[in-house]
């Protein structure tokens, strides 16, 4: 195990993948505070599907950026589903490109 988190690349991997699960956290966390209830989508499994994929999307991200310090590397990661929706909003309508 410790060879494992002796990696730079297995760091910089998994604070990329806590800065995008943070983000979510945090969201929970609002919904906890408000008396509205819980949404739905929190107890579909498909949603945390989808967001396991962009919680280990933040920790490739974070690994293709190269950061300077492992601060950085959860920046990107919390970064990631902004960047993902960012990418999709600018792609045209009918995949032409």
Sequence with gaps: ???????????????????????EALKILRYYQKPDGFPKRYSKIGFWVVRTFIALAGGIFAMLYDPANLLLAVHVG???PLIISTMGETLPPNGDT
């Design 78 to 80: 919390a970064s990631t």
């Design 1 to 23: 195990m410790n060879d494992f988190l002796a990696n730079p690349s297995t760091r910089v991997f998994l604070c990329g993948v806590f800065g995008s699960v943070i983000v």
